[in-house]
């Protein structure tokens, strides 16, 4: 998609994409909503760099496999990660 078709698509200037693009100028929370839509992305996409919110590649296949549970095992397997990282949180904030 080009700019322009980006904008139009948005209802914005080429020019504030132009910005947002070089870094000159940052999008309120309205125009990521409107981008993310137009580009069929999820939000975080637009926001986060590539390792900021995926798992880490060593877990990626476990997360996918924890897919085929059942819901009562995945309410498991959330109490256990729960727990793991409260009690990382603990530590850190124990030894600061």
Aim: aromatic residues 6%; charged residues 30%; positive net charge.
């Amino acid at each position: 998609m080009t700019q322009q078709g980006l904008a139009e698509k948005i209802r914005m200037s080429v020019v504030q994409i132009q910005r947002y693009e070089s870094g000159k100028s940052q999008p309120t929370l309205d125009v990521i909503k409107k981008l993310a839509i137009a580009l069929g992305v999820s939000a975080d996409l637009l926001i986060f760099d590539t390792h900021e919110r995926d798992p880490a590649d060593d877990l990626r296949l476990q997360f996918e496999k924890m897919n085929q549970f059942s819901p009562d095992e995945k309410k498991i397997v959330k109490a256990v990660l729960e727990g793991l990282i409260l009690k990382h949180e603990a530590k850190k904030w124990g030894s600061s």
